[in-house]
Nanobody, 121 residues
Framework: VQLQASGGGLVQAGGSLRLSCSAS????????MGWFRQAPGKEREFVAA????????TVAESVKGRFTVSRDRAEKTLYLQMNSLKPEDTAVYFC???????????????WGQGTQVTVSS
C-alpha cells in the first residue's frame, strides 16, 4: 500500500485543520490506520488510530477532545480533524498502516511521507 498525506499548513492557535491520507492498494477490515507526529528535535509520537473495519478509535491523551480520527472506506481515505490547535501541535504529521490496533510506532509497517502542520501563537 502507498499512503499520501495532505492538508497540512499554517494556522493560528485556536484554529482548525483537517488532514487527509489517501491510500492506494489494499486496506482490509483487519487493518488499523494511524496518525503520528514528529516535532523538531523530538521523537515521533502517536496521535490517533482507527480500526478500518469497525471504526473504533484510540487517541493520545495530549489531543483527546481536540482531534478526531475517521475514515472513508469507499474512498480509502483516512482523516484527522484537528480543532483548538496549539503551538505545541506543530509537527510533521504522518499516516501509517498496522495489522492491529497499536500506539507503537514499530507496529506500523507502511508510512506516508508526512505533511507539515505549523501552529502560530
Amino acid at each position: 500500500v502507498q499512503l499520501q498525506a495532505s492538508g497540512g499548513g499554517l494556522v493560528q492557535a485556536g484554529g482548525s485543520l483537517r488532514l487527509s491520507c489517501s491510500a492506494s492498494g489494499n486496506i482490509f477490515s483487519s487493518h488499523v490506520m494511524g496518525w503520528f507526529r514528529q516535532a523538531p528535535g523530538k521523537e515521533r509520537e502517536f496521535v490517533a488510530a482507527i480500526r478500518w473495519g469497525t471504526a473504533s478509535t484510540t487517541v493520545a491523551e495530549s489531543v483527546k477532545g481536540r482531534f478526531t480520527v475517521s475514515r472513508d472506506r469507499a474512498e480509502k481515505t483516512l482523516y484527522l480533524q484537528m480543532n483548538s490547535l496549539k503551538p505545541e501541535d506543530t509537527a510533521v504529521y504522518f499516516c501509517a498502516r498496522a495489522n492491529g490496533l497499536s500506539r507503537r510506532e514499530y507496529d506500523y509497517g507502511h508510512w506516508g511521507q508526512g505533511t507539515q502542520v505549523t501552529v502560530s501563537s
